[in-house]
Nanobody, 115 residues
Framework: QVQLVESGGGLVQAGGTLSLSCAVSESIFSFNVMAWYRQAPGKRRELVARIDNGGRPYYEDFSQGRFTISRDNRKNTLKLNMNNLQPEDTAVYYC?????????WGQGTQVNVSS
């Protein structure tokens, strides 16, 4: 069973920075795409950013310019660097790894941004 373990969440003031990390139990080359999602209280889970096997990133409008997704193929790790965090970024952040017929999820890490 594929395991994804997120870390790096916490409490930060508005304008601050956090770096999330996701450790994957298998080679990340075995996945077509890896991504970060988030879910705020009372809201649907939404895509934050994704990156494919070729290292090409995609960002949603709210994360473009503030967040950076990257992958370390040797360490089987996915990262998300978040700058200029705002209270509306408060959510549980989930790491995801996708294959053609399956998608795997971590347990999530809480990010709280105070105003």
């Amino acid at each position: 069973q594929v395991q994804l373990v997120e870390s790096g969440g916490g409490l930060v003031q508005a304008g601050g920075t956090l770096s999330l990390s996701c450790a994957v139990s298998e080679s990340i080359f075995s996945f077509n795409v890896m991504a970060w999602y988030r879910q705020a209280p009372g809201k649907r889970r939404e895509l934050v950013a994704r990156i494919d096997n070729g290292g090409r990133p995609y960002y949603e409008d709210f994360s473009q310019g503030r967040f950076t997704i990257s992958r370390d193929n040797r360490k089987n790790t996915l990262k998300l660097n978040m700058n200029n965090l705002q209270p509306e970024d408060t959510a549980v952040y989930y790491c995801s790894a996708g294959r053609t017929y399956a998608q795997f999820w971590g347990q999530g890490t809480q990010v709280n941004v105070s105003s």
